[in-house]
């Protein structure tokens, strides 16, 4: 089932695209729907998920949205189009939430923390960034 979780995820966390293959520590796996809240250990409930999404979004399922300050739930990349909530900014370097969705998921896991914001240059000028579909 591990194999298929990271393979379903392209090599890439499933929240910020940041590519496990340029990460000196391994990508743990995700629980959409944390354990401790009825959530279950198969592969439509498991993400790839980098530490530092991983570690932000602990065992939570909403957030409010910095816009509207209305409380949302976060991404869910079973059900959820990674484009419908989220776009590259201008340069490439930032994840931008476009919808309440989005916007939370950036706020609460951190998405444009300075080491994915490097990663991401670093990616850009070697034409790996963005990530290609």
């Keep these: ?6 393979r379903r995820a392209n090599g890439c966390c499933e929240y ?14 995700d629980h959409i729907l944390p354990l401790s809240l009825g959530g279950t250990s198969t592969e439509d409930n498991l993400a790839l998920a980098d530490g ?9 399922t ?8 209305q409380l949302s739930r976060l ?4 059900i959820d ?9 201008e340069d490439e370097t930032l994840m931008i939430g476009i919808t309440p969705i989005g916007r939370a998921t950036v706020e609460l896991l951190q998405v444009n923390r300075e ?6 240059r670093l990616l850009i000028s070697a034409g790996l960034h963005p990530p290609k579909d």
């Design 62 to 69: 909403r957030h409010y949205d910095p816009l509207t300050n």
């Design 75 to 78: 991404f869910n990349p079973r």
């Design 1 to 6: 089932m591990q194999e298929l979780v990271r």
């Design 52 to 60: 530092g999404c991983n570690g932000h979004k602990y065992n939570k």
């Design 115 to 120: 080491s994915n914001i490097n990663l991401r």
């Design 81 to 89: 189009d990674w484009k419908a909530h989220f776009r590259w900014s």
């Design 16 to 29: 910020c695209l940041v590519p496990a293959s340029f990460s000196p520590d391994t990508f743990p796996f």
